[in-house]
């Protein structure tokens, strides 16, 4: 599972590097840069649990203190990678669920207006109802089993149309995002 995490926040980081928008704020544009690289260097096999447990807590905490200061840091605050910066790090705060539900409302309020990518979004609403054990709503949420398969961390509701749903936010279909997933291993 952490070499999955691996592989996604690599994607992240390229995307990350390829944002060159003019954002409002900078400085905490660079922040969450930071944070997100802090996140994704402690996310593979050779990293202590101590050491995991220590970035995601300090992480989950300064996310805390940014959405209370600024609301959901959005495209026109820090730019796209910022904003994407911002949603995996209330992605990762998977221990304070608190957190992941305000970031998103307030990601969803952001994705409305246009200030937030409809498709992170997807998987924080996955992220939300696996937590609360409930049926995912995209699909976004894959875990495997100890002989190695791939299965959805909770049920998919109304399975039969996940992939409009998917396409409504911007996601290929559930069996190109599966097969993605496979070529991880």
Same mark, same amino acid.
């Given at each position: ?61 300064r ?22 910066? =911002?949603?995996?790090l209330?992605?990762? &705060? *998977?221990?304070? #669920? /608190?957190?992941?539900?305000?970031? +998103? !409302? ?44 791939w ?8 399975? =039969? ?5 998917? &396409? *409504?936010?911007? #996601? /290929?279909?559930?069996?190109?995002? +599966? !097969?993605?997933?496979k070529?991880?291993?």
């Amino acid at each position: 599972m952490r070499a999955l995490l691996a592989g996604l926040l690599a994607a992240l980081t390229l995307v990350a590097a390829c944002g060159d928008d003019s954002p409002h704020n900078p400085e905490l544009r660079a922040e969450l840069l930071r944070m997100l690289k802090a996140d994704q260097e402690i996310r593979t096999l050779e990293a202590s649990q101590e050491d995991w447990d220590r970035v995601e807590k300090t992480n989950t905490e300064r996310m805390r203190q940014i959405l209370d200061e600024h609301g959901w840091p959005g495209y026109a605050m820090v730019g796209k990678d910022g904003a994407q910066a =911002a949603w995996a790090l209330v992605q990762h &705060a *998977d221990r304070d #669920l /608190d957190l992941q539900r305000r970031g +998103l !409302e307030l990601m969803r309020q952001a994705v409305e207006k246009g200030d937030a990518d409809r498709s992170e979004l997807a998987y924080l609403v996955d992220r939300v109802r696996v937590a609360e054990r409930k049926p995912q709503v995209y699909g976004t949420q894959w875990e495997t089993t100890p002989e190695g398969e791939w299965r959805p961390r909770t049920q998919i509701e109304n399975e =039969a149309q996940v992939d409009q749903r998917r &396409a *409504d936010m911007g #996601l /290929d279909p559930l069996a190109d995002y +599966l !097969e993605e997933l496979k070529s991880l291993e």
